[in-house]
């Protein structure tokens, strides 16, 4: 199993661009979350889901979307990006079968300048 | 809502042992988490304690105390590798089983 994986790993976006970070599980988890990390600040939930087709939002959504259409994928889409998204995000996941257990992806790093 | 508290940063040497204090204030309570997170790296899970007491993995022991919201990971023997961020996490009742809420982290810096 490749766990969770994340593409891109870095990414520099201009002010005003949008993109999409892509999340992928392959350990058939229901639940999928994303978290952004910045310094001192520890982790924060920006959305979550319990499934396909349901999600939900976390601390700090304002800018930043979401879908689940399938099990395994669960897309952050950055609408207009501003320099205070520049973070580094982390995808997780986590099932029934994995008790308490987040599995976090390797991360994306972005900048906006 | 949610707070959690824990220090910023540990200091201690190789072999020594370390505890890394966590208070919470949550509207509802499921249980605490513990991840380990080394610089550059994603975080991954060490503990969880859902009722009052020690639960021990290895080197590692984290406890808990319900009524005084408060909980601790107790680190043994320390190595070289255990120079790392470690966070505690609460889950959300009001959002149910994924939603994880995580402190600010401490970061703890293991000397020889």
């Known amino acids: 199993n490749a766990g969770v994986t994340q593409t891109p790993k870095f990414q520099v976006l201009k002010t005003g661009q949008s993109m999409t970070l892509q999340c992928a599980q392959d350990m058939n988890h229901e639940y999928m979350s994303w978290y952004r990390q910045d310094p001192g600040m520890g982790l924060r939930l920006i959305h979550y889901s319990v499934g396909a087709g349901i999600t939900d939002q976390g601390e700090v959504p304002n800018g930043y979307n979401v879908s689940r259409s399938t099990t395994e994928d669960f897309p952050l889409r950055l609408l207009s990006a501003a320099p205070s998204q520049t973070s580094v995000y982390f995808c997780a996941s986590s099932g029934p079968l994995s008790g308490e257990t987040q599995y976090f992806g390797p991360g994306t790093r972005l900048l906006v300048l | 809502g949610q707070s959690l508290e824990q220090p910023s940063e540990v200091t201690a040497v190789e072999g020594a042992i370390v505890q890394i204090n966590c208070t919470y204030q949550?509207?509802?309570?499921?249980?605490l988490s513990w991840y380990q997170q080394h610089d550059g790296g994603a975080p991954t899970f060490l503990s969880y304690n859902a009722l009052d007491g020690l639960e021990e993995t290895g080197r590692f022991s984290s406890f808990l105390s319900r009524s005084d919201s408060y909980g601790y990971l107790l680190l043994q023997e320390l190595q070289m590798k255990d120079s790392a961020s470690y966070f505690c996490a609460v889950r959300d009742e009001a959002g149910g089983y994924n939603k994880l809420i995580f402190g600010a982290g401490t970061r703890l810096a293991v000397h020889p």
């Open positions: 949550t509207s509802g309570f499921y249980g």
